[in-house]
């Protein structure tokens, strides 16, 4: 796996796993959206190539940052599930929703304007949590998922 980073700079190395145009989408995808499935990320309104959305699912495994498990009532169905590695990333995506806000609505008039962003600029720490929370508790496959990344 050493030779998928270009050098030794631990943001550099961040990039080249998150860094692309779709890695956090997906990521921002599971732990807001409540998405799990290939069906339900080929379904947003982000509109990911289906050969995009599968190569970076499986790089996003590849470096354990998720999970993909078949449905006990459905084993033709890949369910996705972030790991500990990606629900670390939750300070990531909220710290860019701020910088998105304070940064880039002179540039896109029809940027998300609502509540949530008013709450996560009132208390990010506490907006954090919540997230991680909601995600674990709404996240039945979690508990295994947990157990296997420590």
């Known amino acids: 796996m050493e030779d998928k980073f ?4 631990p943001i550099t190395s961040a990039i080249d796993i998150i860094g692309d145009k779709w ?5 921002k995808q599971m732990l807001i959206e409540g998405k799990k499935t290939f069906k339900d990320f080929n379904e947003c309104e982000e509109a990911i190539a289906t050969n995009i959305l599968s190569s970076r699912l499986k790089m996003l495994e590849e470096f354990k940052i998720i999970i993909k498990e ?5 084993k033709k169905t890949n369910i996705y599930t972030l790991t500990v590695k990606g629900i670390a990333l939750t300070p990531i ?6 910088w998105s806000d304070n940064n880039l ?5 029809s940027l998300y304007s609502g509540e949530q ?3 996560i600029k009132g208390n990010k720490e506490k907006f954090i ?4 929370e909601n995600y674990k508790k709404n996240n039945w496959l979690q508990q ?5 990344n420590k």
């Open 105 to 109: 609505r002179e540039f896109h008039s």
């Open 23 to 27: 890695s956090l989408v997906i990521i």
């Open 6 to 9: 270009r050098c030794n700079c």
């Open 93 to 98: 995506i909220v710290e860019l929703s701020i």
């Open 117 to 119: 962003i008013e709450i």
């Open 129 to 132: 949590e919540k997230i991680i």
């Open 70 to 74: 078949k449905l006990p009532e459905n």
């Open 144 to 148: 295994s998922t947990v157990v296997k």
